[in-house]
């Protein structure tokens, strides 16, 4: 099963062109950058001046909410409203739940109408019943006669669609067949694109939001293959939904979208934030630009995939590994290091990340380059006169520093990491400094392009796994791949070796696609690379080597392995972005939520501005703080809501009141106060 031309280069998958007004989609257009207006729609004015605010900023396709008759005839006027204003070349969509008559009005008015295949013409009852085959081809009947007006008007006027699959919101027939899972929002787009096809309409875009990247990956995946096998080749919408705000929205998006985008798949992108909307277009912008960066690339040859499974997650077993205190390897969660600049900042690194306010994502691991013999004796000046201890200690050497130089510091500081870089034709050496790492009961952690580790094969084969991981620091300059691909071969190469030694996910300079420092872009390139492997089961060290400030590096780490599900170190809040639905402010109610509740490790909290996908959105959240109606929120537990029209004065501290109910709460320490 194959949902990319290769694993290792970013092959662009080629689609059918679809025209969203005057924007091509698909075919051979760059990759799409849109977002949403968070308006209400009847508010004409409000939602023309933040459509113009998107375009101004670059966003290039925008949407609107749809939730009734009345807001869809407003379309009209917002169309004509963006027009006169000089904004005639960016095509509007509607986004449509529950209400055929509202996408009818709205299809006269915009480029592009979206429906959600879990809620259109479906009231969901959220009931578990049997379905018969009977039953089944009924409901896919019934299903047929109320989508297809809106489809023979779309192909009447020439207006594009996107079947937008949600995770968490699929119909009642669906959920009952196929359980809430990657297949059954494929089946539930499928099931939506069929009729469509039927009658000769293909202008078509899809999606498969979740809130979950590692979900999102997986039903964008299985849905390519499954159009592939039935000759469809539509283009995607790529985005990560309710992926809250700030860094860790960042994050998510990047992990989810950019894996994607590596591997060939995706024509138009949005970033979900909860914040104003023009916030996503440059997170959206970064992406675009570093995924079409590598287009040009021509695959080196060779087999386009490897042995990973990508439609099942399941993490790779590995060797354990002792680092200090803490372990590496199965049942471990992926362990945190971070870089220090040189010996002179050894001192103030370990003081910094010795600070309480990181007690809940400790650094447990601390890299410093030695560049000489030297550079060894002062790094031991440093450690000595640290005001602290760190769990382990790597030593990054040049090829400079040789075995004899280093063996009396190791013989002082026993269970040090050696990080040494290695090529193809160095199998002696690495036999040499294998041994001597392991006299001294340390770690040798291999630095080394896929081609070296093909070509030390037999030296691995010879050494065994113990006391090795793998890592790779620098893009090998003779390959048109990127980093994404350069880990999986690396895995690739370990396991044609039979080796189960451990991987340590370094994000480095040399391994960034586009050169570009600022924070935003280190922090995407981070989370693609890091989330990217992780979702696929690699990774069980990480480091974001690219922040000079250890305190960050360590908490942009932590927040990667969260974003990733990979490793929970406080509270998640899945915070949906806010439309022209939305029943109370987002943005501040989803900062005072977490501002009371961030210390709660592990407990996860949505946020929603309305239920209209119902309370499946809310995916796998224990609690849910839901608009109900103007001014009153209802309150989850699970999927299931517990209080009804609280008002909102009142509905913090009862959802407090309900996390101490359920045993989840505690009180804050003094550092997270
Ligand atoms: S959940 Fe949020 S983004 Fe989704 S429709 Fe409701 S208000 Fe809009």
Same mark, same amino acid.
């Given at each position: 099963?194959?949902?990319?031309?290769?694993? +290792?280069?970013?092959?662009?998958?080629?689609?059918?062109?679809? !025209?969203? #007004?005057?924007?091509?989609?698909?075919?051979?257009?760059?990759?799409?950058?849109?977002?949403?207006?968070?308006? %209400?729609?009847?508010?004409?004015?409000?939602?023309?001046?933040?459509?113009?605010?998107?375009?101004?900023? *670059?966003?290039?396709?925008?949407?609107?909410?749809?939730?009734?008759?009345?807001?869809?005839?407003?379309?009209?006027?917002?169309?004509?409203?963006?027009?006169?204003?000089?904004?005639?070349?960016?095509?509007?969509?509607?986004?449509?739940?529950?209400?055929?008559? !509202?996408?009818?009005?709205?299809?006269?008015?915009?480029?592009?109408?979206?429906?959600?295949? *879990?809620?259109?013409?479906?009231?969901?009852?959220?009931?578990?019943?049997?379905?018969?085959?009977?039953?089944?081809?009924?409901?896919?009947?019934?299903?047929?006669?109320?989508?297809?007006?809106?489809?023979?008007?779309?192909?009447?006027?020439?207006?594009?669609?996107?079947?937008?699959?949600?995770?968490?919101?699929?119909?009642?027939?669906?959920?009952?067949? /196929?359980?809430?899972? =990657?297949?059954?929002?494929?089946?539930?787009?499928?099931?939506?694109?069929?009729?469509?096809?039927?009658?000769?309409?293909?202008?078509?875009?899809?999606?498969?939001?979740?809130?979950? =990247?590692?979900?999102?990956?997986?039903?964008?995946?299985?849905?390519?293959?499954?159009?592939?096998?039935?000759?469809?080749?539509?283009?995607?919408?790529?985005?990560?939904?309710?992926?809250?705000?700030?860094? $860790?929205?960042? &994050?998510?998006?990047? &992990?989810?979208?950019?894996?994607?985008? +590596?591997? #060939?798949?995706?024509?138009?992108?949005?970033?979900?934030?909860?914040?104003?909307?023009? /916030?996503?277009?440059?997170?959206?912008?970064?992406?675009?630009?570093?995924?079409?960066?590598?287009?040009?690339?021509?695959?080196?040859?060779?087999?386009?995939?490897?042995?990973? %499974?990508?439609?099942?997650?399941?993490?790779?077993?590995? !060797?354990?590994?002792?680092?200090?205190?803490?372990?590496?390897?199965?049942?471990?969660?992926?362990?945190?290091?971070?870089?220090?600049?040189?010996?002179?900042?050894?001192?103030?690194?370990?003081?910094?990340?010795?600070?309480?306010?990181?007690?809940?994502? =400790?650094?447990?691991?601390?890299?410093?380059?030695?560049?000489?013999?030297?550079?060894?004796?002062?790094?031991?000046?440093?450690?000595?006169?640290?005001?602290?201890?760190?769990?382990?200690?790597?030593?990054?050497?040049?090829? @400079?520093?040789?075995?004899?130089?280093?063996?009396?510091?190791?013989?002082?500081?026993?269970?040090?990491? &050696?990080?040494?870089?290695?090529?193809?034709? $160095?199998?002696?050496?690495?036999?040499?400094?294998?041994?001597?790492?392991?006299?001294? #009961?340390?770690?040798?952690?291999?630095?080394?392009?896929?081609?070296?580790?093909?070509?030390?094969?037999?030296?691995?084969?010879?050494?065994?796994?113990?006391?090795?991981?793998?890592?790779?620091?620098?893009?090998?300059?003779? $390959?048109?791949?990127?980093?994404? #691909?350069?880990?999986?071969?690396?895995?690739?190469?370990?396991?044609?070796?039979?080796?189960?030694?451990?991987?340590?996910?370094?994000?480095?300079?040399?391994?960034?696609?586009?050169?570009?420092?600022?924070?935003?872009?280190?922090? &995407?390139?981070?989370?693609?690379?890091?989330?990217?492997?992780?979702?696929?089961?690699?990774?069980?060290?990480?480091?974001?080597?690219?922040?000079?400030?250890?305190?960050?590096?360590?908490?942009?780490?932590?927040?990667?392995?969260?974003?990733?599900?990979?490793?929970?170190?406080?509270?998640?809040?899945?915070?949906?972005?806010?439309?022209?639905?939305?029943?109370?402010?987002?943005?501040?109610?989803?900062?005072?939520?977490?501002?009371?509740?961030?210390?709660?490790? *592990?407990?996860?909290?949505?946020?929603?501005?309305?239920?209209?996908?119902?309370?499946?959105?809310?995916?796998?959240?224990?609690?849910?703080?839901?608009?109900?109606?103007?001014?009153?929120?209802?309150?989850?537990?699970?999927?299931?809501?517990?209080? /009804?029209?609280?008002?909102?004065?009142?509905?913090? @501290?009862?959802?407090?009141?309900?996390?101490?109910?359920?045993?989840?709460?505690?009180?804050?320490?003094?550092?997270?106060?």
């Amino acid at each position: 099963m194959a949902y990319c031309a290769s694993r +290792f280069h970013t092959v662009r998958r080629p689609t059918r062109e679809v !025209a969203v #007004g005057c924007v091509g989609v698909g075919g051979t257009n760059p990759i799409r950058v849109q977002s949403m207006t968070t308006s %209400d729609t009847q508010d004409v004015e409000a939602t023309v001046r933040q459509s113009i605010a998107l375009a101004e900023v *670059g966003c290039e396709i925008v949407r609107v909410t749809a939730p009734n008759v009345q807001a869809a005839r407003c379309l009209r006027d917002i169309r004509t409203g963006l027009t006169a204003a000089g904004f005639g070349g960016i095509p509007l969509v509607a986004d449509i739940h529950f209400l055929p008559q !509202a996408a009818m009005e709205a299809v006269e008015h915009v480029e592009k109408v979206r429906v959600n295949p *879990g809620n259109y013409a479906d009231k969901k009852r959220f009931a578990v019943r049997d379905y018969s085959d009977a039953d089944y081809a009924q409901e896919l009947q019934r299903l047929h006669d109320a989508f297809s007006p809106l489809v023979r008007r779309c192909k009447e006027l020439g207006r594009s669609m996107r079947i937008g699959t949600n995770h968490g919101s699929l119909s009642d027939r669906i959920m009952n067949r /196929y359980g809430d899972t =990657p297949l059954g929002m494929v089946e539930s787009a499928l099931e939506f694109l069929r009729i469509a096809e039927s009658h000769g309409y293909r202008q078509i875009i899809l999606s498969m939001k979740s809130s979950n =990247p590692k979900v999102m990956i997986e039903a964008y995946r299985l849905l390519v293959e499954r159009m592939g096998a039935e000759d469809m080749h539509y283009p995607l919408h790529l985005g990560v939904t309710e992926a809250g705000d700030g860094e $860790d929205g960042r &994050i998510k998006g990047s &992990i989810g979208i950019g894996s994607l985008l +590596f591997d #060939g798949l995706g024509d138009t992108i949005r970033v979900s934030l909860t914040e104003d909307s023009v /916030y996503e277009i440059p997170v959206a912008r970064a992406l675009a630009d570093k995924a079409m960066s590598l287009w040009g690339a021509s695959p080196a040859g060779g087999p386009g995939s490897d042995s990973i %499974d990508p439609f099942h997650f399941e993490r790779r077993a590995t !060797a354990t590994l002792d680092v200090g205190p803490a372990i590496v390897g199965p049942e471990q969660p992926p362990r945190v290091f971070v870089r220090a600049a040189g010996a002179g900042q050894v001192a103030a690194a370990i003081r910094e990340l010795a600070s309480p306010r990181l007690k809940d994502n =400790p650094a447990e691991g601390l890299v410093v380059p030695v560049a000489s013999a030297a550079g060894l004796e002062q790094l031991r000046g440093a450690l000595a006169g640290a005001p602290a201890t760190i769990g382990f200690i790597a030593l990054e050497l040049s090829p @400079a520093v040789a075995a004899d130089a280093v063996e009396p510091f190791l013989a002082s500081a026993p269970g040090t990491g &050696i990080v040494r870089r290695f090529g193809g034709a $160095d199998g002696a050496a690495l036999s040499e400094w294998a041994k001597l790492v392991r006299r001294k #009961g340390g770690v040798l952690f291999v630095d080394a392009p896929p081609s070296a580790v093909r070509d030390l094969r037999s030296t691995l084969v010879a050494l065994g796994d113990a006391g090795l991981a793998f890592t790779c620091s620098v893009f090998p300059a003779d $390959d048109a791949g990127h980093s994404v #691909g350069a880990y999986r071969r690396i895995v690739e190469e370990l396991r044609a070796a039979g080796s189960a030694a451990p991987v340590w996910i370094r994000n480095t300079a040399g391994l960034a696609v586009r050169g570009d420092n600022s924070f935003l872009s280190r922090l &995407i390139e981070a989370s693609i690379l890091t989330g990217s492997l992780l979702c696929d089961g690699v990774g069980d060290i990480v480091s974001f080597e690219t922040e000079p400030d250890p305190a960050r590096a360590a908490r942009v780490a932590y927040n990667i392995l969260q974003g990733a599900g990979s490793r929970i170190s406080k509270a998640e809040f899945v915070a949906c972005p806010s439309c022209g639905r939305t029943l109370f402010d987002l943005q501040t109610t989803t900062q005072r939520i977490r501002a009371q509740t961030a210390h709660l490790k *592990g407990v996860k909290i949505a946020i929603m501005g309305c239920i209209v996908n119902g309370p499946g959105e809310m995916a796998d959240a224990d609690f849910g703080y839901v608009g109900g109606a103007p001014g009153k929120i209802n309150l989850y537990v699970g999927k299931q809501c517990v209080q /009804y029209n609280v008002p909102q004065a009142d509905a913090d @501290a009862r959802l407090i009141a309900l996390i101490k109910e359920h045993k989840k709460w505690a009180e804050p320490e003094p550092a997270h106060a």
